[in-house]
């Protein structure tokens, strides 16, 4: 005989839908970009790069900064019957990072106020300069000078390669030293005395200091004093003063008014009958005066005792 059982009912749950989106519409980023990418669709959500789990749990969104190019993220999607679909992958296009370089044209990195600094830099087709963080110039140009930069400041560049990807290069320090302020006065307060004449100039400010006539170097080494008697009329004085920072300024020039010393030329005497003699001087710089010196009598000179 024959026995027919009971039916059997069976319940089919049905497979979660899944949907996984990325904060990276076109799935084209620069390496180290942060990507969070959001599921849907169940209640337990396994991330998956590649075949390998990164993060399972309730969480739906899963988020990254580690992506390298061509790697696929997808997400395992279980509902609440336990049943589990797997999304289509992503497959993410990472575009590398530029590898910037700065070098500065002086290698020490240590200067003087007002020098001329150039930087330079590699690595990319667009290069932001900045000081202490502060664009100072942005283009195509891979090279920054500059004469202002003051003690401590930094200079780096971002680098922007042909995928529109950015990184800033290591930063270069500057070590700026102060010029000296430079000093010079003269023992003749006016500038002005005969030829001859023993003028002593005096610097201040530094720690070496090189006096110059008209420009010649004439003493240098650590005096601060130059005497002279051999100056010439006009003769410009000026005194370059170097600090201990190797750093160097010159001072104002002085200008000397030198007058010249005359020359006394009474010319030839001679004899005469009668009390009238032509005297005939030399003429000099300044103004000659006659007198008698010796002999009886006293003498008159015309039209002037100052006519040579």
Known sequence: SQVTSGPLTITVNSLPVPGLTSSVSSNSFCQGTSVTFTATGGTNYDFRV??????????????????????????????????????????????????????????????????????????GSNYNFRVNGTSVQNGTSSSYSTNSLTNGQTVDVVVTNSNGCTAPSA?????????????????????????????????????????RVAGVSVQNGASATFTTSTLTDGSVVDVVVSNAGGCSTTSAGITNTVIPQPVANAGTGGNVCGTSFKFSAVPSSGTGTWSKNTGPGTASFSPSSNTP
């Not at 988020?63 to 679909?85: D, K, P, Y």
């Not at 030293?177 to 201040?204: E, K, Q, Y």
């Open 50 to 123: 590649g075949t390998v789990s990164v993060q399972n749990g309730t969480s739906a969104t899963y988020t990254t900064t580690s992506l390298s190019n061509g790697e696929v993220v997808s997400v395992i999607v279980t509902n609440s019957n336990g049943c589990s679909a797997t999304s289509p992958g992503i497959t993410n296009t990472v575009h590398p990072l530029p590898s910037p370089t700065l070098i500065s044209s002086d290698a020490d990195n240590i200067f003087c106020t007002g020098t001329n600094v150039t930087f330079t830099a590699t690595g």
């Open 171 to 211: 930063v270069i320090t500057n070590t700026v030293n102060p010029l000296p302020v430079a000093g010079l006065t003269s023992s003749i307060s006016n500038n002005t005395f005969c030829h001859g004449t023993s003028v002593t100039f005096t610097a201040t400010g530094g720690s070496s200091y090189n006096f």
